[in-house]
């Protein structure tokens, strides 16, 4: 079946640091990947997304490449802010073995903590 | 443009009893998915519904059951409750397959279900 598997947090950073939070996955047909974001005391919002190998998604100063060689694909921003600090899930859907439908598999999540 | 909502926003239930959670979907959205979130990790696919009909089913027993209206606002039921279901229910909504967006899920806020 399908599954995500992404780095244990909490992660703490200083503002204005490098972030890199690894997803790796597995899959049984060709999913489309996707980081999505939840703040606290909200629900979930989609930050970005890529469906195909090589697709790179971004979005406010978040980046992630879709890695068929590799099954990744790791959220990187170049500097971080305080008002980054939530928590971040990596997902998939695979239609193709799911019967047509897309529903997500998620991660456990990683809880990114930034410090002034 | 409301969103996705969902009511009620907290529900406390005793074992064996029965709930329903409802939904609405975002305007333009036809398609609605429900996931299960336990404290501290990602979100469980319980089901799709596309065409007031189920479409996909992750790995959950018969106890959750749902209903997709012509509306396309959801329902989702779950008898015989145990103390594991206390959870946060999420509902998403996505937009019909010919549109660009087809496979990305707009979340409610969920609803937090605690069963004592």
């Known amino acids: 079946g399908n599954s995500v598997t992404q780095m244990e947090g909490p992660v703490t950073l200083s503002e204005e640091a490098f972030l890199t939070i690894n997803c790796t996955y597995t899959a049984t047909g060709y999913p489309s990947l996707f980081w999505y974001v939840q703040y606290p005391g909200e629900g979930l919002q989609l930050l970005l997304k890529?469906?195909?190998?090589?697709d790179k998604g971004s979005n406010k100063g978040f980046e992630a490449t879709y890695r068929k060689e590799t099954t990744s694909f790791h959220l990187e921003k170049g500097s971080v802010q305080v008002s980054d600090s939530a928590v971040y899930f990596c997902?998939?859907?695979?239609?193709?073995?799911?019967?047509?439908?897309?529903?997500?598999?998620f991660g456990k999540g990683t809880h990114l903590i930034i410090q002034p | 443009d409301a969103g996705v909502t969902q009511s009620p926003t907290h529900l406390i239930k005793t074992r064996g009893q029965q709930v329903t959670l409802r939904c609405s979907p975002k305007?333009?959205?036809?398609?609605v998915s429900w996931y299960q979130q336990a404290l501290g990790q990602g979100p469980q696919f319980i089901f799709q519904y596309y065409e007031e009909e189920e479409r996909q089913r992750g790995n959950f027993p018969d106890r959750f059951s749902g209903h997709q209206f012509p509306n396309y606002s959801s329902e989702l039921n779950v008898n015989a409750l145990l103390l594991g279901d206390s959870a946060l229910y999420l509902c998403?909504?996505?937009?019909?397959?010919?549109?660009?967006?087809?496979?990305?899920?707009?979340f409610g806020p969920g609803t937090r279900l605690t069963v004592l």
């Open positions: 997902a998939l859907s695979d239609p193709f073995s799911g019967g047509g439908a897309d529903g997500l598999t």
């Open positions: 305007s333009g959205h036809d398609t």
């Open positions: 890529a469906t195909k190998a090589d």
């Open positions: 998403a909504s996505s937009p019909d397959r010919g549109s660009v967006a087809y496979n990305e899920q707009f």
